[in-house]
């Protein structure tokens, strides 16, 4: 923006005016700056500078500490050629995503929607990892450096098949992968989705903040959304902690029912509570809300409560679904 003003041979003067008060250029601006925000894919905009125009270097009193870290970053990161393997995933994300959702959303896209703040940091997390693919799963202990014992570990003790992430997440026939998807299913079905629900395969995990889902009028079903990428999310991370557990702290014990059901039944519960209450970083700050009546009946109209759950305590009682 600032090299095209200085293109200009004649000056140009800037002048403040008041918001949101009829003024027709403000007015406009508001209206595309809004109707931007709705869109899937990011326009293709034209940030070359003319080289005579550049202008390089950062202004000192201005930048700060966070400023600088961000630019190292960025810089950084485009150093850094993607992996194979990283991009192997984002292609299974885009084929995914274009199948559930009719989109095909672009890296950037990708990797905004990792950091959705409607999952924990940790989850976050946990989704940047499995789409560099840089958990020590499956072929990573194949590396040549490694004792026999170390290559060991590639195959899952459980099943024999090799064990990468595809095998922890959507595969592994160790008792809590295949449970936890189908009460994902239950609480995504009685949510009466526009999506049926099938078991997720890598791609739509790592893309599960990219949900799209629409009225048939075309309005965008943010609720729905948003109980996808924290379904979908969320019941994976569990899946990979269990499964974390059992190999390391279990000895490859496996996992009973039971408790795959309360763990999961507890995470979902963690999450309504944020939802009712807004941002996960919001709520740290205050103390711990109660869960009041009134959101409680909310959710449970909504289909996403088993009809005998009560709030009380603020923690919701009762069955999450009806079985
Ligand atoms: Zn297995």
């Known amino acids: ?61 201005a930048l700060t500490q966070k400023l600088a870290y961000t630019a190292i970053r960025q810089w950084k990161a485009a150093k850094t050629p993607q992996q194979p393997r990283t991009r192997t995933i984002l292609t299974l994300v885009k084929s995914q995503t274009q199948s559930l959702f009719n989109i095909i959303p ?16 940790k989850t976050r997390y946990f989704l940047w990892m499995i789409a560099n693919d840089a958990y020590m799963t499956g072929t990573h202990w194949l590396r040549e450096n490694y004792s026999p014992e170390a290559k060991e570990r590639v195959i899952c003790q459980h ?67 948003r109980l996808w990428r924290i379904l979908i999310a969320e019941s994976a991370y569990l899946i990979w902690r269990m499964r974390c557990e ?39 700050k205050r103390s711990k809300p109660e869960l009041s009546t009134c959101h409680m009946a909310r959710a449970t109209k909504n289909g996403t409560l088993g009809k005998g759950a009560t709030a009380s305590h603020g923690k919701l009682r009762g069955p999450l679904l009806d079985k």
């Not at 008792?175 to 629900?197: D, F, M, V, Y």
């Not at 279990?250 to 209450?277: C, G, T, Y």
Request: include cysteine; aromatic fraction near 6%; proline fraction near 4%.
């Open 106 to 121: 672009t890296d950037t896209v990708i990797w905004k929607s990792i950091r959705s703040r409607d999952l924990e940091k």
């Open 1 to 61: 923006m600032v090299a095209n003003y200085r293109l200009r041979e004649a000056p140009t003067n800037i002048k403040w005016v008041k918001g949101h008060n009829g003024h027709e250029g403000n007015e406009t601006a508001d209206a595309l700056a809004g109707a931007a925000t709705d869109k899937l894919q990011d326009d293709a905009i034209d940030l070359i500078t003319p080289p005579t125009l550049r202008v390089t270097g950062a202004k000192l009193n």
């Open 159 to 225: 099943d024999n098949k090799t064990e990468d992430i595809t095998h922890i997440l959507v595969g592994c026939k160790s008792p809590g992968q295949e449970l936890i998807w189908e009460l994902a299913g239950r609480l995504w079905e009685r949510k009466n989705g526009t999506l049926a629900w099938e078991c997720p395969a890598l791609g739509t995990i790592v893309g599960a903040g990219l949900a799209v889902l629409k009225t048939p009028k075309g309005a965008r079903k943010s609720g729905e959304e």
């Open 246 to 284: 059992r190999v390391i702290r279990k000895d490859n014990e496996p996992f009973m029912r039971r408790e795959v059901e309360s763990r999961w039944s507890f995470m979902i519960n963690e999450h309504f509570q944020l939802d009712a209450h807004g941002k996960p970083e919001i709520r740290k």
